[in-house]
Nanobody, 124 residues
Framework: QVQLVESGGGLVQAGGSLRLSCAAS????????MGWFRQAPGKAREFVVS????????YYADSVKGRFTISRDNAKNTVALQMNSLKAEDTAVYYC?????????????????WGQGTQVTVSS
């Protein structure tokens, strides 16, 4: 069982930066691949980025590549998402997710555990 709690969301101007964090409970965190997804009002949830259990491989959606960076600290049971050059279209609720299979996936159905989400609003 893994419980996830996101933090770090907020309101930022276009071009600005935010850093999201996801704190995980559970002794087996280091075995899980982690992902970030987002959902804008009236839209389906979409994949943002994932990171493998070791942190050795990452996979980014084209829409955030070069602007967002995911990292993890298995000793602290945390995953971070650094978001730079934010755009209005990045506005959404951002969710942290964990999957017991340790490799990356962009499919939200592959993730067993989800956080409650944190709101990111980018003003233009």
């Amino acid at each position: 069982q893994v419980q996830l709690v996101e933090s770090g969301g907020g309101l930022v101007q276009a071009g600005g930066s935010l850093r999201l964090s996801c704190a995980a409970s559970g002794r087996t965190f280091s075995r899980y691949a982690m992902g970030w997804f987002r959902q804008a009002p009236g839209k389906a949830r979409e994949f943002v980025v994932s990171i493998s259990w070791s942190g050795g491989t990452t996979y980014y959606a084209d829409s955030v590549k070069g602007r967002f960076t995911i990292s993890r600290d298995n000793a602290k049971n945390t995953v971070a998402l650094q978001m730079n050059s934010l755009k209005a279209e990045d506005t959404a609720v951002y969710y942290c997710a964990a999957r017991s299979a340790g490799w990356n996936s962009a499919d939200d159905r592959a993730y067993e555990y989800w956080g409650q989400g944190t709101q990111v609003t980018v003003s233009s």
